[in-house]
């Protein structure tokens, strides 16, 4: 049996106060729980960041790289196109995009530093395994690209690599128009490289790395392209001034670059455009999955080679308007045939030549095509272009030199449309354009929009009918997407045409509208897109030009998609 000693009081002296006096049975000693409650104390709760810095971010496995660029893996798994040069959207005809602007950057970064190309999409490649990949890379520098309606999901990749230490850029058509409206939702960003990249990512980079370029001409780009600008303003020429805070930080002086400056967001003055794209080194092509990267109606493998930048039309819907503008730089005949035979050492023939336009100018055009002819080079390629930036002996000489397809942007069948949107040609320039490509040998894609503003439900059957007559052997048909900093954007915002609720996710000209015209709701946009996908496609003509896709077993999974997409507008 136990036995408790009788409680007794003490008494302080210092304070009066009266606490227990107990005499704990022999048993119950070392019950450590019976002893006085401490006072409350202040807290200091400890940090032990610091000792494990070293783990998440210096201490980098073997095979690690210096910079890893990356187009990331996709919101849905599904394919889509994604470039600096254009913004993202869904790929309907199932077109493995090439990352031709982030092998143009390894370019630029290479011999200095060790750099490496994941293009998530064309590898299928979903987000687990990325993370993996990325782990493995374990990057100082990480760049992705951004585009509206993958936003959210682009940032995922960003917050990975940022959790591994490393730096943060983006890039793209999105982030350049809309940059604190991205750095400030996702404080995991830490740059933004707006408008033309190349160069703020090279003096960004060596800023850190305390390097220099030995690439003469990539040294001599940085010169021309690190002054202010200057702008004229009524008879006045003012100068673009660099913020004045933190000066002393090396981003203070980087054209073209958005930073963190502590909890402040700073925008430093726009970069310069390249003045010579010459002087751009060629793209580190077999940096990239080839083998992976396809296109419809071709055999094996392909890729672009970027002709020019820039465009002088002024079409209001178009995304050059926050690119390449409407100022135009042309590479030489010389420089492109460089890259062609180059291609040609790694297997590939077949090209697209990628351009805000390609026959911007007519003589570069035809001194390409000569000089392809002359050396022989035994290629087939592809390019874009308007019906009014043709004449029947160029598309002759293009055929002569191994371009076959031709996509073309046509757009609507009412020239009013046409007029308010700013693209302007007249209708019997396309039925010209489009026959004369036919009888050169060349087939023709034509891209068509539903939406712009004054499009009512008859504007709309009327393209419908015209896509009919045009001699073409594909047409997709989009909805007009008021992506962020096009002149379409702003008249959007003007009249209220967004829709309420609108998410960045939902600018896809492909698979949703963010459209509400008082006289067509998004709802019937969507209905007249797949009506008008639905009639064009299933005729004669287009059946025979999708079974001719049939030619290799990956051809026949993308056109089999592609049928799939098609009989899903059948049932609308």
């Known amino acids: 049996m136990t036995v408790h000693q009788p409680l007794t009081e003490t008494k302080h002296t210092n304070t009066g106060e009266k606490t227990p006096n107990i005499e704990l049975a022999e048993d119950i000693r070392d019950n450590l729980g019976t002893r006085r409650i401490p006072p409350l104390r202040p807290s200091h709760f400890p940090d032990a960041g610091a000792s494990v810095q070293t783990l998440t971010s210096s201490t980098r496995p073997a095979g690690s790289v210096d910079v890893l660029l990356v187009n990331p893996p996709t919101p849905d798994g599904a394919i889509w196109i994604r470039s600096q040069h254009r913004v993202g959207r869904r790929s309907r005809e199932n077109m493995i995009w090439p990352q031709v602007s982030l092998a143009q950057l390894a370019a630029l970064l290479a011999p200095e530093y060790t750099v490496e190309i994941i293009d998530a999409n064309a590898l299928r490649m979903g987000w687990e395994e990325f993370e993996k990949l990325l782990d493995e890379k374990r990057p100082k520098y990480y760049l992705t690209q951004v585009t509206a309606p993958t936003l959210r999901n682009d940032m995922y990749g960003v917050f990975l690599a940022k959790s591994l230490g490393a730096k943060t850029m983006a890039f793209g058509t999105h982030v350049t128009p809309m940059t604190l409206e991205t750095m400030r939702p996702f404080p995991a960003l830490d740059f933004v490289l707006r408008g033309e990249p190349e160069m703020t990512l090279r003096e960004?980079?060596?800023?850190?790395?305390?390097?220099?370029?030995?690439?003469?001409?990539v040294a001599k780009m940085l010169a021309e392209t690190s002054?202010?600008?200057?702008?004229?303003?009524?008879?006045?020429?003012?100068?673009?001034?660099?913020?004045?805070?933190?000066?002393?930080?090396?981003?203070?002086h980087i054209l073209g670059l958005a930073w963190r400056n502590g909890e402040e967001i700073v925008i430093n003055p726009d970069r310069p455009f390249i003045p010579n794209l010459d002087d751009l080194p060629i793209p580190l092509h077999e940096r990239l999955p080839l083998d992976k990267q396809r296109m419809p109606m071709i055999k094996g493998p392909f890729t672009f080679i970027v002709t020019s930048r820039g465009c002088p039309a002024g079409c209001k819907y178009c995304i050059k308007h926050v690119s390449y503008q409407n100022s135009?730089?042309?590479?030489?005949?010389?420089?492109?045939v460089e890259e062609l035979e180059y291609l040609g050492r790694l297997g590939i023939t077949n090209i697209h030549m990628y351009a805000d336009l390609f026959t911007v100018n007519r003589d570069h055009v035809v001194s390409l095509c000569k000089l392809i002819l002359e050396r022989g080079l035994k290629i087939r390629w592809t390019c874009n272009s308007r019906v009014d930036y043709v004449d029947e002996e160029m598309l002759t000489l293009m055929g002569q030199a191994g371009c076959w397809l031709i996509s073309w942007g046509i757009e609507s069948a009412n020239e009013m449309i046409l007029k308010r949107a700013r693209k302007g040609y007249k209708k019997e320039q396309a039925f010209k354009a489009l026959k004369w490509a036919k009888a050169a040998g060349i087939k023709n894609w034509g891209y068509f929009i539903i939406g712009l503003p004054g499009e009512t439900?008859?504007?709309?059957?009327?393209?419908?009918?015209?896509?009919?007559?045009?001699?073409?052997?594909?047409?997709?048909?989009?909805?007009?997407?008021?992506?962020?900093?096009?002149?379409?954007?702003?008249?959007?915002?003007?009249?209220?045409?967004?829709?309420?609720?609108?998410?960045?996710?939902?600018?896809?000209?492909?698979?949703?509208?963010?459209?509400?015209?008082?006289?067509?709701?998004?709802?019937?946009?969507?209905?007249?897109?797949?009506?008008?996908?639905?009639?064009?496609?299933?005729?004669?003509?287009?059946?025979?030009?999708?079974?001719?896709?049939?030619?290799?077993?990956?051809?026949?999974?993308?056109?089999?998609?592609?049928?799939?997409?098609?009989?899903?507008?059948?049932?609308?």
């Open 328 to 336: 135009v730089r042309v590479r030489s005949a010389e420089n492109i």
């Open 227 to 252: 002054k202010p600008q200057s702008r004229r303003i009524g008879s006045q020429e003012l100068v673009d001034a660099f913020p004045t805070t933190a000066s002393d930080n090396p981003c203070a």
């Open 204 to 217: 960004l980079i060596d800023a850190f790395e305390g390097k220099t370029p030995s690439n003469p001409k």
């Open 457 to 572: 439900e008859e504007t709309i059957q009327e393209t419908m009918a015209y896509s009919k007559e045009l001699p073409l052997d594909i047409a997709l048909f989009h909805i007009a997407a008021p992506y962020p900093g096009t002149p379409f954007f702003y008249e959007v915002v003007e009249n209220n045409w967004f829709r309420p609720g609108t998410k960045w996710e939902e600018v896809d000209m492909d698979q949703s509208t963010v459209l509400d015209y008082e006289n067509l709701t998004a709802e019937r946009l969507e209905y007249w897109q797949k009506r008008a996908t639905r009639e064009w496609s299933l005729r004669p003509g287009p059946i025979m030009t999708f079974l001719k896709g049939l030619n290799t077993w990956e051809g026949a999974k993308s056109a089999v998609n592609v049928g799939w997409q098609m009989l899903s507008f059948t049932r609308t």
